[in-house]
């Protein structure tokens, strides 16, 4: 699950007060409103990558308000995919495995799960420069699930797709949550997409989440 | 006669601004390589001839013309100058520069007109009257004044004697004769006599009398491996220092900012003064292992090349997302972690940037290496040192040299430099 409780955050002149939202554990939440009105930034602090000034945050059972990153169990997909240059498809999945000491034959287990799940198989020895579009979000997706969070984070991962690839990506997303049954938050800005996959939604504007029925 | 108005807009042609940015640049470029050129085609490669004294006297052309006497059978060398039309031997006129021979006699000098300077110069060349031989090292006796110093190289050539010819230090000079050692210094026991046939003495060019000379070949060491340190101490500082201003944000970052500007902005001169101050300020042991010891050269050097390598992995680390590093915290690095496996990956080339420069700009340090380390030969002396003592020296030629031998080093470095980062590209 994702609860957030009362959260106040301050990046510059912008300010976030008294923002709450709750998604049930397993569910597909989607979070939409306008450019600029804090939904990145709302990621970003779930992820632990921005500091918050009051309030909490719950992941699956677990006050992570204080952790680090690394320790709150999320999977992170930032809207420019933001794959590591210097590494190998194959690489990029086993990244979160490595650092967690596993041995080599779980790795690679696991890295096979995960390209068989995204349709990566015939991509793992590619560098990410030599990646489409929808490839390098199958990965970014990839990389993200590798370690089994128990959340998943996605800061509009269906922009800049095409008409098709967009279609697939949705029935790929989709697939993944009924396979792995982690929690999602998806930012997006379209309504379409919103319909289509999440099973909750969110609206964030002048500064409060409201949630849509 | 009338052409076919054209209708409406039209653009004028891209002509003049491509040509203006080919002008603009090419003309750059072309001082670029011209200087170098330059100094690769004004260094006389051929070995030069061991000349006696002038023979022509300095003054002004007075309406005569002025006379010298030659000496049938013997090479000459002249030299005319700006006011010379050249020399009338006879029936001969000779009017180019270098060594001529002539049945003697009278010969004039001829002005392009009078009452200017005489600016030619005729000088004969050295011939060896007399060879001796003790202990393994010749005394060669010359017929004039031979103008050779102690420590200079010399080619012995024509003995018709392998173990004469070849280029020698000489070891022991006086007015008219100079010594030096015979002999592959493997065989001490083989006796060596004097050769029989002519000896001929020339003086090789200035590439190969710089890179036999001791205190060069210390100068190339000590400059290589001052640099290397130089470049490992500089990279070892500016990358935590240039992560550091890329990611933080913290109190007094302007000031630490512009602290670190500092080095850039300083005349170099001053950098190596105020360094010498502050060792004034040192424990004694301190100052006395790094003061005018090489030490200094590289502290030196490093002042003023860490600086631009801070500002280059800067640079390198601000052009690299923060993105990176947050994706890796949250698939679990810390960031230690994040550090060296995502983010020094990508900014290897950066580095590779950052050490050439550092690497460059240490091997043409100068003003604070001179006030800091001093220019002791043999102990500080550095190549630009070097080139600066030669300069000094009255020797043009052996200061070319010298900035040839770092043309090479800095081209052989940049080479070095750009094959690893096309490896990075292409791999």
């Known amino acids: ?213 | 006669m009338s052409t076919p108005a054209p209708s409406g807009f039209r653009v004028a042609s891209d002509k003049p601004f491509l040509i203006g940015l080919c002008v603009l640049g090419g003309s750059y470029l072309l001082i670029i390589a011209a200087m170098v050129l330059a100094d690769l085609v004004f260094l006389n490669y051929n070995d030069q001839p061991v000349l006696g004294p002038e023979m022509v006297q300095q003054g002004r052309y007075s309406g005569g013309e002025i006379a010298v006497t030659l000496e049938p059978s013997r090479d000459y060398f002249f030299r005319k100058g700006k006011n010379d039309a050249g020399l009338q031997v006879g029936e001969q006129r000779i009017a180019s520069d270098g060594l001529f021979r002539t049945a003697g006699g009278q010969a004039v000098l001829v002005p392009h007109a009078n009452d200017k300077p005489v600016t030619a110069s005729l000088r004969p060349e050295a011939r060896v009257t007399q060879i001796t031989v003790s202990n393994r090292v010749a005394t060669v006796t010359t017929d004039v004044a031979h103008g050779l110093l102690w420590g200079e190289f010399i080619r012995v050539s024509r003995t018709g004697k392998p173990a004469w010819d070849g280029v020698r230090e000489i070891t022991d000079t006086t007015t008219n004769q100079l010594s030096f050692a015979v002999g592959p210094p493997s065989r001490q026991q083989a006796v060596v006599t004097a050769p029989t046939a002519e000896l001929s003495l020339s003086k090789p060019n200035p590439l190969v009398q710089a890179l036999r000379s001791r205190d060069i070949r210390f100068s190339i060491k000590l400059s290589l491996v001052s640099c290397t340190l130089t470049t490992l101490l500089s990279l070892w500082v500016a990358v935590p220092i240039g992560y550091m201003m890329s990611r933080f944000e913290f109190r007094g970052k302007p000031i630490i900012d512009t602290l670190l500007d500092i080095p850039i902005v300083l005349p170099p001169l001053v950098v190596g003064l105020s360094l010498l101050i502050l060792f004034r300020y040192m424990p004694e042991w301190l100052s006395d292992t790094v003061v005018y010891k090489w030490p200094a050269v590289v502290l030196a050097q490093f002042m003023v090349a860490c600086a631009f390598a801070v500002r280059t992995m800067r640079v390198t680390f601000d052009q690299i997302p923060q993105r990176f590093e947050q994706v890796a915290l949250t698939l679990g690095c810390n960031r230690r972690r994040a550090f060296w496996r995502v983010i020094m990956p990508q900014a290897k080339g950066g580095l590779l940037a950052a050490g050439t420069l550092a690497w460059a700009r240490a091997l043409g340090e100068f003003g604070p290496i001179l006030v800091f380390a001093g220019a002791t030969r043999q102990k500080t002396e550095v190549l630009p040192t070097s080139a600066f003592l030669e300069l000094q020296a009255g020797r043009t030629e052996g200061m070319l040299a010298v900035s040839l031998i770092m043309i090479a080093a800095a081209v052989v470095v940049f080479i070095i430099a750009r094959t690893l980062g096309m490896k990075r590209i292409f791999a």
Do not use: W
């Open chain 1, 1 to 213: 699950m994702i609860a957030l409780e009362n959260i106040a955050l301050r990046q510059g002149s912008f300010e976030l007060r008294d923002i709450s939202l709750e998604l049930a554990g397993g569910e597909y939440g989607v979070l939409m409103g306008g450019s600029g009105c804090g939904k990145t930034t709302l990621l970003e602090a779930v992820c632990g990558l921005r500091k918050i000034s009051g309030g909490r945050i719950i992941l699956g059972e677990r006050d992570v308000t204080l952790l680090p990153p690394a320790e709150r169990g999320v999977g992170y997909v930032p809207q420019d995919r933001a794959l590591f240059p210097t590494l190998p498809v194959r690489e990029q999945l086993a990244f979160a495995l490595v650092l967690r000491e596993l041995g080599q034959a779980d790795i690679s287990s696991r890295v096979d799960e995960l390209a068989e799940l995204l349709g990566l198989t015939a991509l793992l020895d590619r560098m990410p420069g030599k990646l489409s579009g929808g490839e390098a979000q199958r990965v970014a997706l990839g990389r993200a699930l590798a370690h089994r969070p128990s959340v998943l984070c996605l800061d509009e991962p269906l922009a800049a797709l095409d008409e098709e690839l967009h279609d697939e990506m949705c029935r790929l997303l989709e697939r993944v949550h009924r396979e792995t049954g982690v929690t999602i938050l998806h930012i997006t800005h379209s309504p379409s997409e919103a319909k289509r996959l999440a099973g909750c939604h969110f609206r964030l504007a002048n500064g409060k989440v409201q949630r849509d029925e």
